[in-house]
């Protein structure tokens, strides 16, 4: 390890991520390598492990394997054991969206197949990682964080099936937390929308490509009061402070909204007139600043 990583926040850290392959996996395991710590992917993609390799070297070691299959948290987490004598954060972050289908859209004849993919992924998928982390972490004293969602704590964030699977993450949180204490501490990071490659379930057939593909960049930036629509690498600073033994000690059971300020106002569609207020808002206030 170089003098530069050897003082970063998390050196030392062995740390096990679902979903690295892209988006904000693939962001934080670059922040995290460079802040010292090692990361251990468990990624469905193979491709996605390679590319990881390539860009990350010594500081990744990778796992291709499905979050809904317990024996691969378990031989990824193992095998991060013996290479490393310990395991000090686990990040449940491999997850799925339902593209904002509504009630109302959802094809009655593949709903029950739909609900069973989204929530498979996204509450089982992180239970499970959960119960295969959680011996080694209770051992070095560590650290489970989990991705949620604004859509995990407000309404428009994605449709029923992907809001009420992050809503039941809130409730893992708190609950593992509440289980896990003093020896592990256990939180999530509720990030808002950003350009990412997300995809949807197979069953809505929305799993053949990146859901924020066609998304309009000004008018995402417009329904956020921070003014910007966001890339996955500014999201990561919440899950750094969260994995930190010292900056993250006296946090647990908490869910860090990173939402551009949408608790502030909530989530609302900006219509063109509304844009074109806020515009004119935003250039009267700098103006007299």
Known sequence: MSAGLSAGRLAGSVVYLTGGGSGLGRSIVKRFVAEGAHVGVLEISAAKNRGLRDE??????TFTGDVRDISAHREALHALG?????????????AIWDGNTALLDLPEAQLDAAFEEIFAINVRGYLLGAKAAAPALLESGGNMIFTLSTAAVRAGG?????TASKHAGVGLVRQLAFELAPRVRVNAVAPAGMATDLRGPHALELGGRALMADADPERMRAAYPLDFFATPDDYVGPYVLLASRTEGRSLTGIILESDLGLSARGIRAVSGEAQRTLASQRAAVGQRL
Do not use: S
């Not at 395991?87 to 491999?94: K, P």
């Not at 994605?158 to 992907?162: D, H, R, T, V």
């Open 56 to 61: 990350f070297a010594h500081g990744v070691t």
């Open 82 to 94: 013996r290479q490393f004598g310990k395991v000090d954060v686990y990040i449940a972050n491999a």
């Open 158 to 162: 994605g449709g029923p099936l992907y």
